[in-house]
């Protein structure tokens, strides 16, 4: 089946043949060292094998579920933050029709999110929400013990017990957490919520291919088995050669870096479609917390066009020359529209009569392409055939392997986040919490 393609064409004016070359090498030793697990934080590389170990069992345990929570829900609110949550609202915005929560359409559950914010607004406007809808819950902490969720949980929980009674709640209440430490699997298993296990070599941000996200992501509709089967040809395609030509991750990995020595420290991924926001997102993350440490890293952003190029557009073309682009290229829409021929033509558009608008989007992409490598920002494609589950399971996975890849040529442990620790003492000392009193006084002080 055609798969996802990297394409770095529009990068050779930018970067020296013997740039190519010694990256190479490098990435060799970086494929070496995730295949053989000799890299650094080699215990966390679960999510290498994980599309071809995902027992059928856990599978159709993890449908049957969620037919279960189709019927019986109107809403399933998901709780979770940072990769308990990016991955699977990455795949359901990206498939999604964005008007199914206005028309009731698809006549699956809507999605909803929770715990990955702390505003009070957002969460008291959610349980008005819940008070009119019939709703079952997933509480995803691989920890067990973040705040945002926990809190979240909290507020929940109480309006699902107060709604239904603590027997149903306990029976709409889906558990995704660590198997054996942490709050939240001692709670599980002390109310008898049925409960999935995060693995223990798996990263949040690596866990989408995980009950994590299979979950929520069959609740709404989609085919989880496709989404698998992407991922695993993509782990088939990755695993294979560190060679450029074959590997569209070791490319990716070394197109990055090599743009990054050349002072590009910045990059933006950028999507045609709007419904790739939060691959954007999810993206984001993978990417920051994997490589953003011991002062390195490139610094992730993300734009869709071409809204953005009403916005973002100028800086990008005529800003600080240290970006560059990586872009996710669709081949084919889900739908066809065409423009109309308007007899007056007072916008002067009627050339494009008849034109499908994904034409018009497939130009706008091409010349956005060239404006901005003319004005010195790198350009490299990605592209997939279609947005459907087995395409975005491809993105996923080739994703997560070039970014494994890139963290070890840029020296890092790609799967540690030693750097979020920061917020959370700080938080938790301004809010009083027992054990913090040192550094309580030093912050408030430094407050005045
Ligand atoms: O990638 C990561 O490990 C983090 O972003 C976590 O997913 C995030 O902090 C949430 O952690 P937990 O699932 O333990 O609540």
Redesign the pocket.
């Known amino acids: 089946m055609t798969q996802l393609k990297v394409d770095i064409s529009k990068l050779k004016s930018f970067t020296g043949d013997s740039a190519w070359a010694a990256m190479q090498v490098e990435i060799n030793n970086c494929h070496r060292m995730l295949t053989s697990q000799t890299g650094k934080g080699n215990d966390f590389l679960g999510w290498v094998d994980l599309p071809v170990q995902l027992e059928p069992a856990l599978l159709a345990r993890i449908q049957a579920d969620a037919d279960h929570i189709r019927e019986m829900a109107e809403l399933f609110v998901v709780i979770?933050?940072?990769?308990?949550y990016l991955g699977s609202k990455a795949v359901i915005e990206a498939l999604a029709n964005p008007f199914d929560a206005l028309t009731g359409g698809s006549g699956n559950p809507s999605i909803v999110f929770a715990g990955e914010n702390l505003s009070e607004d957002y969460h008291a406007q959610l349980l008005d929400l819940l008070d009119h809808k019939e709703y079952a819950v997933a509480v995803?902490?691989?920890?067990?013990t973040?705040t945002e969720?926990a809190i979240a949980f909290r507020l929940i929980r109480k309006h699902i017990e107060a709604k239904y009674g603590k027997e149903e709640a306990r029976k709409r209440i889906f558990a995704i957490t660590d198997s054996s430490r942490g709050a939240l699997k001692k709670l599980a298993d002390a109310e008898g919520y049925s409960s999935y296990v995060i693995p223990d070599d798996i990263?949040?941000?690596y866990s989408v291919l995980t009950p994590v996200g299979l979950l929520p992501i069959a609740v709404a509709g989609f085919d989880i088995r496709k989404l698998v089967e992407g991922a695993v040809q993509m782990r088939e395609v990755a695993l294979k050669s560190s060679d450029f030509e074959q590997n569209p991750c070791a490319h990716y990995a070394a197109a990055r870096n090599i743009l990054l020595r050349s002072g590009k420290f910045v990059e933006i991924l950028v999507a045609f479609e709007p419904g790739l926001l939060y691959v954007i997102e999810w993206w984001k993350?993978l990417y920051g917390?994997s490589e953003g440490k011991e002062n390195k890293g490139i610094f992730p952003a993300g734009v869709t066009f071409t809204s953005d190029l009403h916005s973002m557009g100028q800086y990008i073309q005529e800003g600080m020359r240290m970006l560059f682009e990586t872009v996710i290229s669709v081949g084919e829409p889900a739908f066809q529209l065409v423009v109309p021929d308007d007899p007056e033509n007072l916008d002067g558009l009627n050339f494009l009569s008849g034109m499908r608008l994904s034409e018009v989007n497939r130009q706008a992409e091409l010349g956005t392409m060239l404006a901005h490598v003319d004005g010195g920002v790198p350009n490299i494609r990605v592209s997939i055939p279609t947005i459907n589950e087995y395409y975005l399971g491809q993105l996923i996975y080739f994703f997560e392997f070039s970014c494994a890849l890139s963290g070890y040529a840029l020296g890092v442990n790609p799967f540690d986040?030693p750097g979020?620790e920061a917020y959370k003492k700080n938080m938790f000392a301004l809010l009083g919490k027992p054990g913090f009193e040192k550094e309580t006084a030093e912050l408030r002080k430094k407050l005045l």
């Open positions: 979770g933050i940072g990769g308990s995803i902490s691989k920890s067990g973040t969720p990263g949040g941000r993350q917390e986040q979020v």
